[in-house]
């Protein structure tokens, strides 16, 4: 049980048992001998108003927010920073005074997850993203301000799709963006030969999931950044090993939006090692 004196943070999500968040924030609290303890709450839908104003009265620091709450998280906020606004969801919410403070890290986590772990370069390459639900708008935002020109995103739904399309080409007038069926051949006709290819989807979370993408068309040249991080190795990674693609798995995006997170909470920098280290033990 948390001291008086201990600062509360958590996630919330519907369901939330499944999170490893606070077994890499309380690891990075603990390197640096701070009085803290991150937790989480399942919040069902519809009850997340109730839920942040009960939490910041009792004094809670910091949230993480996941599915499905975070377009509900940043209307709910007092005020909204520039990449939140942009994604138009929140995944981090930080205390003030009066209200939380909506900010989005996913895409920071993204990006640099990317940048370190492969070769491709936005400003260079065409990508296809799968997607455009809040990871997607993320991903797609972060990709944007890194220099992409050529982006094709793919939705089960396209009013959804179309519409983060729109978004999109209002941010950003000079690049091609456009958006096709979750169809095999429209996919595969929409990935480059030496492009990227992203799975915002949630498929690979669940056993016997049919493949996102049709594994005969993934080439040599391709990478492939499966954001599902739990198995790790999921159907379409192993997918983009055998094409010899280059695969990109999902924990550095979840280590790394965490990172973002917690030095926003408390102006300290993360002991990103030991994070690390806490996140592959969890998994």
């Excluded at 709450?41 to 997340?48: H, S």
């Excluded at 929409?190 to 056993?207: C, S």
């Excluded at 198995?231 to 995006?253: D, F, H, S, Y």
């Amino acid at each position: 049980m948390a001291k008086d004196s201990t600062r509360l943070y958590g996630v919330i999500g519907y369901p939330i048992q499944h999170s490893l968040s606070p077994a890499i924030h309380n690891a990075a609290f603990a390197a640096v001998g701070m009085d803290a303890l991150y937790t989480k709450w399942e919040v069902a839908p519809g009850r997340l108003g109730r839920t942040l104003k009960r939490l910041h009265h009792e004094g809670v620091q910091g949230l993480n927010i996941t599915l499905p709450h975070k377009v509900a998280a940043l209307k709910a906020a007092l005020r909204v920073s520039a990449r939140a606004r942009a994604v138009g969801a929140a995944n981090t919410l930080k205390r003030t005074p009066k209200g939380w403070e909506a900010d989005n890290t996913d895409g920071f986590g993204f990006l640099r997850a990317l940048l370190e772990s492969s070769s491709w370069r936005p400003k260079s390459g065409k990508a296809l993203l799968l997607g455009a639900g809040g990871a997607g708008r993320a991903v797609s935002s972060a990709l944007l301000d890194a220099g992409c020109e050529n982006l094709v995103i793919a939705d089960w739904s396209r009013g959804r799709a179309s519409a983060l399309v729109r978004r999109l080409r209002a941010r950003k007038k000079t690049a091609r963006i456009v958006s096709v069926a979750i169809e095999p051949g429209a996919l595969m006709e929409a990935l480059d030969p030496r492009g990227l290819l992203v799975n915002a989807t949630p498929m690979g979370l669940k056993a016997g999931d049919p493949l996102p993408f049709p594994a005969k068309g993934l080439g040599r040249g391709n990478t492939v950044f499966d954001l599902v991080y739990n198995p790790v190795r999921t159907p379409l990674i192993q997918a983009a090993g055998r094409a010899k693609a280059k695969a990109v798995t999902g924990e550095g995006m979840l280590l790394y939006q965490a990172v973002e997170a917690w030095e926003s909470w408390t102006g300290l920098k993360a002991p990103v090692s030991v994070m690390r280290k806490a996140l592959m033990q969890a998994l």
